[in-house]
T-cell receptor, first 113, second 114 residues
Framework: EPEVTQTPSHQVTQMGQEVILRCVPI?????FYWYRQILGQKVEFLVS????????KSEIFDDQFSVERPDGSNFTLKIRSTKLEDSAMYFC???????????FGQGTRLTVV | GENVEQHPSTLSVQEGDSAVIKCTYS??????FPWYKQELGKGPQLIID?????GEKKDQRIAVTLNKTAKHFSLHITETQPEDSAVYFC?????????????FGDGTTLTVKP
């Protein structure tokens, strides 16, 4: 069964450092998303991406964040100058053309120390 | 923006009993309502979804109902089993050609006691 894969599963970084979280969406999907979940809290939308551009973003997704689809398979989330409050699980998701179901990856646990 | 409220936050039932989780949403433009199950250390997994042109949908032991007028939707799990124990999230989105930006509820931790 096709699935969304995320790497790494756990990333520890020093405050102020840049991190890149990587995702490989399901191969025929065209819509990509990043969500985050702070421990014990709800899943929050960060950004959606379609046709090589951001289609929607939340208030959380400020200038510290950026997304990129550097090649035909990867979808990345870059967080510049990480802060302690960026510590969370980050989930990548993708959905098919004209499909409504979003498939989520296993997540990357980011710990900023 | 959209606001989704979910109740209860925790739910404990005996194996074989039914479980009901309720959500309300605020944005009348929302037209797609997925329910996700999240097991420890994993990402949310879609278990059932419903669109706003449908009032009820059933898939084996799981059913979802939607009341567009009242802006609420519910998840019903019958004949619960211990493996149903997980965190369940409802979500609402404006999904036309894609899943769209989903606004999640706070989650319900369901425990099914054997």
């Amino acid at each position: 069964e096709p699935e969304v894969t995320q790497t790494p599963s756990h990333q520890v970084t020093q405050m102020g450092q840049e991190v890149i979280l990587r995702c490989v969406p399901i191969s025929n999907h065209l819509y990509f998303y990043w969500y985050r979940q702070i421990l014990g809290q709800k899943v929050e939308f960060l950004v959606s991406f379609y046709n090589n551009e951001i289609s929607e973003k939340s208030e959380i997704f400020d200038d510290q964040f950026s997304v990129e689809r550097p090649d035909g398979s990867n979808f990345t989330l870059k967080i510049r100058s990480t802060k302690l409050e960026d510590s969370a699980m980050y989930f990548c998701a993708s959905s098919a053309p004209r499909g409504t179901e979003a498939f989520f990856g296993q997540g990357t646990r980011l710990t900023v120390v | 923006g959209e606001n989704v409220e979910q109740h209860p936050s925790t739910l404990s039932v005996q194996e074989g009993d039914s479980a009901v989780i309720k959500c309300t949403y605020s944005d009348s433009a929302s037209n797609y309502f997925p329910w996700y199950k999240q097991e420890l250390g994993k990402g949310p997994q879609l278990i059932i979804d419903i669109r706003s042109n449908v009032g009820e949908k059933k898939d084996q032991r799981i059913a979802v109902t939607l009341n567009k007028t009242a802006k609420h939707f519910s998840l019903h799990i019958t004949e619960t089993q211990p493996e149903d124990s997980a965190v369940y999230f409802c979500a609402a989105s404006v999904g036309n050609t894609n899943a769209g930006k989903s606004t999640f509820g706070d989650g319900t931790t369901l425990t099914v006691k054997p």
